[in-house]
């Protein structure tokens, strides 16, 4: 159930983008940074949820999977809120609640599977082997990109203050599924890590785009787009060598 709402908030991400979005205008009229934000997002809740029906991915990876397509789904919204408040309800079109409702969704998926999955059979986690340079590097990447996303929180507080908690929020969304990633089994790390690493980069990508449109400072944004890149490659060396916690 929860990889057929996903790949509905995944299509309705991606039918949000030719719909108009506020103003009358779509994304490419008004508002290019959605089209890299809503675009990633939209092809990671496609992919997360056609995974569940896989019958070679295992349950545990595919909720994995789901669980960090919902978690980027989740931080998203933020976004669509945001667009809410700044702009206010009467200049909001279809394509806002599309995407907000498309990734609402998905994030409701992305919870719903990690519920069932923790309620139906106990998670195995590992104690933290500091001797596996896959879960060292992936757990210094994580620290590094939390690092990063609280240095744009500080030099967005005082112009933009709701847009600074979110940052905030991607940034302890960061630490939170690495230290998950690096004490999973390897196999549900790698898909949780690797999932939110593109969530990142819809965020990054996204905001170089705004940036860069209205001749604004990029500050750490480049940074943010390779620790997003990082995180992906972090992920697929993701081989924790440690014994399960009893």
């Given amino acids: 159930i929860a990889g057929g709402v996903a790949l509905i908030g995944g299509l309705l991400l991606l039918l949000s983008m030719l719909a108009p979005w506020f103003d009358g205008g779509t994304y490419s009229d008004n508002a290019p940074e959605q089209i890299p934000a809503i675009g ?4 990671l809740a496609v992919a997360a949820g056609a995974a569940a029906f896989v019958p070679r991915v295992s349950t545990p990876v595919a909720v994995g999977f789901l669980a960090a397509a919902g978690a980027v789904a989740g931080a998203g919204s933020l976004t669509m809120v945001g667009v809410l408040r700044d702009y206010g309800l009467d200049r909001l079109d279809a394509g806002w609640w599309m995407a907000l409702g498309g990734q609402l969704l998905v994030g409701a998926a992305g919870l719903g599977a990690v519920l069932v999955a923790a309620t139906s059979a106990p998670v195995l986690f590992h104690r933290f082997d500091r001797r596996a340079p896959g879960s060292l590097v992936a757990l210094s990447v994580g620290i590094v990109t939390t690092v990063l996303f609280v240095a744009y929180t500080v030099y967005l507080g005082p112009l933009a203050p709701y847009w ?7 940034g302890l969304l960061t630490l939170t599924v690495t230290v998950a990633a690096v004490l999973l089994e390897p196999p549900i790390g790698r898909a949780l890590l690797g ?5 990142v980069l819809s965020y990054s990508v ?3 785009v705004y940036r860069n449109h209205s001749s604004l400072d990029l500050n750490v944004i480049p940074g943010l787009v390779l620790a997003g890149v990082a995180l992906l490659i972090a992920a697929v060396w ?4 440690a014994q399960p916690i009893v």
């Fill in 164 to 170: 600074a908690a979110v940052a905030l929020v991607w």
């Fill in 195 to 199: 999932g939110w690493a593109v969530g």
């Fill in 40 to 43: 990633i997002r939209a092809g």
């Fill in 238 to 241: 993701l081989r924790p060598r």
């Fill in 206 to 208: 996204s905001d170089w």
